[in-house]
């Protein structure tokens, strides 16, 4: 595992109880589009790559409770609570490890993927890798959290005090990149989210969130100053916004000849 890798695995690590109370209930409506997203399927299983605490498996286990589910999360931490939900239940396993490329074995009817695109080192390739895999017909349904996500708001102002470049250039290249593929939506999606305030949220994004590999790489006093300045630059109170996610959507078509551009 690279360095790169390892820091992330182990900030999810450190993340992953906080994640599940904080940030899965606020992010619920998001995996409900993504699964509801998924119908029709082929014969065949149904693979969720970073699944985290895995939230995606109480919507697909009652939708497809005979087939095989399966997630993949590189934390351990992660794979311990996405296990604990699976529970007893035996068409479901969770295999830790990096998806960025997924067993062609598994051969998937589908590929559903909540809010872990924009973590891999290589988004463009990873999405090419989950289509490849799906069997005809199959599947490919992408939720993640794009460069721009909203023009005001806490997820905005944490980049404007990090000072994050954004760089879109992978955005762009992901329909490119599924070439042959039928694009059945590509859209943004924004649902209100609330914090109880700044300050709540930035030790969430810190403590439960994707603020820790950052963390973790820059140390505390880094961090410190981070949410000093954060805090200054919020308003008071409890804080809504309208997030927007990017939704992908599309099938693997029988022959090349069925590809065709966005049908909604
Ligand atoms: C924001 S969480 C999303 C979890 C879940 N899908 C959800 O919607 O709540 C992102 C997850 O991606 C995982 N992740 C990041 N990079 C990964 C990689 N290369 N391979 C597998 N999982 C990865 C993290 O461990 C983390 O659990």
Redesign the pocket.
């Given at each position: 595992m690279t360095d790169r890798?390892s820091r992330?695995?182990r900030s999810?690590d450190e993340a992953?109880g906080g994640?599940e109370a904080y940030?899965?209930p606020r992010?619920a409506p998001?995996?409900q589009a993504a699964v509801d997203a998924v119908r029709e399927l082929p014969d065949g299983p149904v693979v969720?790559?970073?699944?985290?605490?895995?939230?995606?498996l109480d919507l697909l286990a009652p939708r497809f409770p005979d087939r095989r589910i399966i997630g993949?999360?590189?934390?351990a931490e992660?794979v311990r609570l996405a296990r604990r939900r699976a529970g007893e239940r035996p068409m479901v396993e969770v295999v830790q490890?990096?998806?960025?490329r997924l067993d062609p074995a598994w051969s998937p009817a589908a590929v559903v993927?909540?809010?872990?695109l924009q973590?891999?080192?290589d988004p463009v390739t990873a999405i090419r890798s989950w289509y490849d895999v799906l069997r005809t017909d199959g599947r490919l349904r992408v939720l993640y959290w794009p460069e721009v996500i909203e023009e005001t708001g806490p997820f905005e102002l944490l980049d404007k005090v990090i000072g994050a470049e954004r760089d879109r250039s992978w955005e762009d290249a992901l329909l490119p990149a599924l070439d042959g593929a039928v694009i059945e939506r590509d859209e943004l999606i924004s649902y209100p989210m609330t914090h109880p305030d700044a300050a709540t949220y930035f030790d969430a994004a810190n403590h439960a969130?994707?603020l820790r590999a950052l963390a973790l790489a820059r140390g505390d006093d880094y961090v410190a100053d981070l949410r000093e300045r954060y805090v200054a630059a919020a308003p008071a109170g409890e804080w809504t916004h309208r997030p927007r996610a990017r939704l992908i959507a599309v099938r693997k078509p029988r022959s090349r000849a069925g590809a065709a551009r966005p049908t909604s």
């Open positions: 890798l992330l695995a999810w992953a994640y940030f899965v992010f998001w995996v969720v790559p970073c699944c985290g605490t895995f939230p995606e993949v999360d590189l934390s992660m490890g990096d998806a960025s993927s909540v809010f872990g973590q891999l080192p969130g994707p």
